[in-house]
């Protein structure tokens, strides 16, 4: 089992940035597809944006596209979502997420994912 630990979540204005950042263990990382999920009150766990290093290949929601950027670094076992120009209905618990079973797939739905951390809260005044 892999263990992930987000930090970085607060409280921001609308229109501002926040950086959120997963540490992870396991000594086969890279290989790991690794992503952010994010659950408002009351709503379902959906996707924010996932990347695969050996793949190559990154994926983002429409609702983030052009805001929020994945990155991940291999050396350090971690993996950012830098969020810009944040909206309100951004606000949730923002949950670090790693895929280690096979085949490599960038996938949107959670249940495709093996390790979960245990969130991060984010709540974007207005």
């Known amino acids: 089992q892999v263990q992930l630990v987000e930090s970085g979540g607060g409280l921001v204005q609308a229109g501002g940035s926040q950086r959120l950042s997963c540490a992870a263990s396991?000594?086969?990382?890279?290989?790991?597809?690794m992503g952010w999920f994010r659950q408002a009150p009351g709503g379902e766990r959906e996707f924010v944006a996932a990347?695969?290093?050996?793949?190559?290949?990154?994926r983002y929601a429409d609702s983030v596209k052009g805001r929020f950027t994945i990155s991940r670094d291999n050396a350090r076992n971690s993996v950012d979502l830098q969020m810009n120009s944040l909206k309100p209905e951004d606000t949730g618990d923002y949950y670090c997420?790693?895929?280690?079973?096979?085949?490599?797939?960038?996938?949107?739905?959670?249940?495709?994912?093996?390790?979960w951390g245990q969130g991060t809260q984010v709540t974007v005044s207005s």
């Open positions: 396991g000594p086969t990382f890279s290989s790991y597809v």
């Open positions: 997420a790693g895929r280690r079973r096979g085949p490599v797939v960038v996938s949107s739905l959670p249940r495709e994912y093996d390790d």
């Open positions: 990347t695969s290093w050996s793949l190559g290949i990154t």
